[in-house]
T-cell receptor
Framework: EDQVTQSPEALRLQEGESSSLNCSYT??????LFWYRQDPGKGPEFLFT???AGEEKEKERLKATLTKKESFLHITAPKPEDSATYLC????????????FGKGTKLTVNP | DADVTQTPRNRITKTGKRIMLECSQT?????MYWYRQDPGLGLRLIYY???????NKGEISDGYSVSRQAQAKFSLSLESAIPNQTALYFC???????????FGPGTRLTVL
C-alpha cells in the first residue's frame, strides 16, 4: 500500500531558528514528490516538485531535497509568516496515477 | 480572479439532505479532482476526472457521486448526507503536460 509519513506532526520554532521537516514515502512507483503549504481555512498552495534522488529546489527560506526513501523541507532563519501546515505528497505512477498525501507538519514560528 | 473556485465556501446541512458542491476553473486543465480533508487524516481522494467523458473513483467514493459538466466544471454530490461526511472539501486541477495539482479554496461542510 502506498504510504507517506510526515514528522514531526507539529513543530514550534523561534524566529531565526532553522530546522527541517521530514517526509518518508513507500510507494509502488514514484513519479514525483510534492511539497505544499496550507494556511488555516485555505487550499494547499504548491511549493516544489522533486523528481529524482539528489535533486534540490529552493524558494526564499525553504529548500526541499529528495533521497530514494525520503524528502526534507529545510527552513532557514524562519519568520512568523512561515507559520503554516506543510504537506508532502507522492505522485505515484503505474495503473492509477494519483497523489498520496501525508498528514502534514504544523509549523509555528514565534517572534 | 482565482483560477480555481469552489461554491459554496461554507455549508451547514442536515442528515439525509442532498448536497452539491461545485468547482470551476479557468486554468484550461483537463484533469480535475475532489478531495476531503479531516483533522488527523490528511487529504484523501474521492473522485477524479481526466476529461469530460472519463470519471474515476478514488479511495473513498462511497456516499458520493460526481458530474463533469464541461472541461471547466466538476461537481461533487452527497446524495444523502451523514454526519461523518463533515469535512473540508477541496477541488484540484492538473494539466496534461504537468504533474502539479492546483487547489481551490475549499468548502467547509457540516452535516448535523
Amino acid at each position: 500500500e502506498d504510504q507517506v509519513t510526515q514528522s514531526p506532526e507539529a513543530l514550534r520554532l523561534q524566529e531565526g531558528e532553522s530546522s527541517s521537516l521530514n517526509c518518508s514515502y513507500t510507494v509502488s512507483g514514484l513519479r514525483g514528490l510534492f511539497w505544499y503549504r496550507q494556511d488555516p481555512g485555505k487550499g494547499p498552495e504548491f511549493l516544489f516538485t522533486l523528481y529524482s534522488a539528489g535533486e534540490e529546489k529552493e524558494k526564499e527560506r525553504l529548500k526541499a531535497t529528495l533521497t530514494k526513501k525520503e524528502s526534507f523541507l529545510h527552513i532557514t532563519a524562519p519568520k512568523p509568516e512561515d507559520s503554516a501546515t506543510y504537506l508532502c505528497a507522492a505522485f505515484t505512477q503505474g495503473g492509477s496515477e494519483k497523489l498520496v498525501f501525508g498528514k502534514g507538519t504544523k509549523l509555528t514560528v514565534n517572534p | 480572479d482565482a483560477d480555481v473556485t469552489q461554491t459554496p465556501r461554507n455549508r451547514i446541512t442536515k442528515t439525509g439532505k442532498r448536497i452539491m458542491l461545485e468547482c470551476s476553473q479557468t486554468k484550461g486543465h483537463d484533469r480535475m479532482y475532489w478531495y476531503r480533508q479531516d483533522p488527523g487524516l490528511g487529504l484523501r481522494l474521492i473522485y477524479y476526472s481526466f476529461d469530460v467523458k472519463d470519471i474515476n473513483k478514488g479511495e473513498i467514493s462511497d456516499g458520493y457521486s460526481v458530474s463533469r459538466q464541461a472541461q471547466a466544471k466538476f461537481s461533487l454530490s452527497l446524495e444523502s448526507a451523514i454526519p461523518n461526511q463533515t469535512a473540508l472539501y477541496f477541488c484540484a486541477t492538473q494539466g496534461t503536460s504537468t504533474d502539479t495539482q492546483y487547489f481551490g479554496p475549499g468548502t467547509r461542510l457540516t452535516v448535523l
